[in-house]
């Protein structure tokens, strides 16, 4: 029997069901606008309007933090990354205090020499000669660094390696624990992988970027879950790729910039006409401008010193990251200075 106490159930149950369907669509808008920010602004290329460089090879941004993250698997995603920032936690406080004591330097705070101020015992001996016995405190800016990790997303990387495991998971693990430390230590930074394959316009070959977080803030979770996505392509013209990271954190307004490459060893793919993959990775590593720091972690103990010299290390777990980074660290922050401002 259909009582009035049946239609106002009735009611209230379709009331109950639309209010499921508002809050779903506003979660839906939220998440999409959520997705959006993390670009950070940044357009998907699509094939064939990349960027030409010196050499004539096309670079494209084909993936961005909205693009790369997939609904379905994004709570699994950010899931990973915290689970190896709380797995290497201890390891990544040893890196943010190392890079942290590294830029704050070793000079002093005072300025000496100064005819008004705090009495200097340096220069007491000196004051019959000169009234400069003074020192006064100086406000030291830190600086500010920036930096772009580079993972090596070729058909290698999907190798396997020790733990069951292929490269790409290792170099993603090494990537969170860096992402978490740059974060940390208030860099502007971003995560870019690529690979690369023939063909592009003029023949010279083409580069896919997948920007998994771009410059600019701390990772949001969207990021976090790009960042922890594992991604294998083709072939890896290193060459290209690396020019295309030194020219892009030297737009960076920083004191400090850096570029780290996580690879499993040995270009393979598009190359300059006058030059090997080899070749070309070198001459692009010998010309980086002072300004920037360059170097690279190799994966699942693969050797990248060939290319990169002393400033590589090579790794066979996400465990070792602090203890090989650490010295590496200390060389490319070895001429970082900071700033007195007054």
Not at 74 to 97: C, F, H, K, P, W
Not at 122 to 141: C, L
Not at 165 to 180: C, G
Not at 298 to 306: E, F, K, M, P
Request: hydrophobic letters at 35%.
């Amino acid at each position: 029997v259909e009582t009035e106490e049946y239609w106002e159930l009735l009611s209230d149950t379709k009331s109950d069901i639309k209010e499921l369907q508002y809050d779903a669509i506003e979660m839906e808008d939220t998440f999409s606008a959520t997705r959006e920010a993390s670009d950070g602004g940044l357009q998907v290329d699509s094939r064939g309007d990349g960027f030409l460089d010196k050499w004539g090879h096309e670079i494209g941004i084909i993936g961005t933090p909205s693009t790369i993250v997939n609904e379905n698997s994004y709570g699994e995603q950010v899931d990973r990354y915290n689970r190896v920032v709380r797995r290497q936690e201890s390891q990544i406080r040893t890196l943010v205090a190392e890079i942290k004591r590294r830029l704050a330097g070793r000079e002093s705070d005072f300025s000496r020499f100064e005819r008004r101020g705090q009495v200097d015992s340096r220069s007491v001996w000196n004051m019959d000669a000169s009234d400069r016995i003074f020192k006064k405190r100086s406000r030291i800016k830190r600086p500010h660094a920036a930096g772009i990790m580079l993972i090596d997303a070729s058909g290698s990387m999907g190798c396997g390696a020790e733990g069951g495991k292929d490269r790409a998971y290792y170099a993603t693990e090494a990537a969170i624990v860096l992402a978490e430390v740059m974060a940390r230590c208030n860099f502007d930074f971003e995560v870019v992988d690529f690979n690369s394959d023939s063909g592009g316009r003029g023949g010279y070959g083409y580069t896919s970027m997948n920007v998994r977080k771009p410059i600019g803030g701390k990772p949001t979770d969207i990021s976090k879950a790009a960042i922890a996505t594992d991604h294998v392509g083709y072939c890896n013209g290193d060459g290209f790729a690396v020019q295309w990271c030194i020219d892009r954190v030297q737009t960076i307004e920083a004191d400090a910039r850096f570029v780290f490459v996580l690879s499993d060893g040995a270009p393979a793919g598009p190359h300059p006409a006058d030059m090997n993959c080899h070749s070309h990775l070198v001459s692009v590593v010998n010309d980086c401008p002072k300004d920037v720091e360059l170097f690279s972690i190799g994966v699942a103990g693969c050797r990248t010193s060939t290319f990169y010299g002393d400033k590589s290390c090579d790794i066979n777990g996400t465990s070792e990251v602090a203890e090989k980074v650490v010295p590496i660290i200390r060389k490319a922050l070895r001429n970082v200075k900071r700033k007195v401002v007054i």
